[in-house]
């Protein structure tokens, strides 16, 4: 897919010295830069979720039944 992208001058110069430095392309350059950043900051999935309750102190049941609890609370409210 072709996509256009502006970068300023002193970012193309870099880039070009980079280019010629690897023996690539600009685009097969961005295609790197573009898999890399999205390897480093990919959103969701189990990588972000594993490990995620390892400094909590709460049980996860407990903390499952006390957010129960306050659902109930609201609906006897709401009643």
Do not use: N
């Not at 392309?25 to 490990?51: I, P, Q």
């Amino acid at each position: 897919m072709r996509t256009i992208v502006e970068l300023p001058a002193e970012q193309v110069e870099s880039l070009d010295e980079w280019c010629r430095q690897e023996g690539v392309s600009r685009a097969e350059a961005v295609r790197r830069a573009v898999t890399e950043h999205l390897r480093k900051h990919r959103t969701g999935g189990s990588k972000r979720a594993f490990g995620l309750w390892k400094d909590v102190a709460e049980d996860g049941l407990a903390y499952q039944e006390r957010l129960r609890s306050e659902w109930v609370e609201r609906e006897r409210g709401w009643s």
